[in-house]
């Protein structure tokens, strides 16, 4: 019998590893986080890029399960309380607000620019 394995969720905190994680990318630390918010892997901050304070704000009882948040390096994210993020795309070059009980399936991308100059 095959061995069932399903993703192992953690507190996401600003510049803590995650522990057994695949991925070896960096949590953030220009990022706001709320209580009870947990993430399955660092893969998800490959393509974030934000200088900003925060960069990024995530409410309370968020789960973020394989998800991109991609920034350029003005952009900022901000997800509401409540949420749920499935492997989906997030991708700012400024600002995206998402509010709060949102759920998000995979395969949705949502951007604020068409990336043309």
Request: with cysteine; hydrophobic share 40%.
């Amino acid at each position: 019998m095959n061995k069932v394995t399903f993703p192992v969720f953690q507190l996401l905190q600003p510049g803590v590893a995650i522990e057994g994680d695949w991925c070896n990318f960096p949590i953030p630390i220009n990022m706001e986080v709320g209580e009870n918010s947990v993430i399955d892997s660092s893969s998800a901050f490959k393509k974030f890029f934000s200088t900003r304070q925060p960069g990024l704000k995530i409410g309370k009882n968020v789960t973020l399960q394989n998800p991109a948040l991609a920034t350029e390096e003005n952009g900022y994210i901000e997800i509401g309380d409540y949420c749920f993020i499935s492997g989906a795309a997030i991708i700012a070059t400024t600002d995206i607000v998402i509010g709060n009980h949102v759920f998000i399936a995979g395969g949705v991308t949502i951007v604020d620019s068409d990336f043309h100059p």
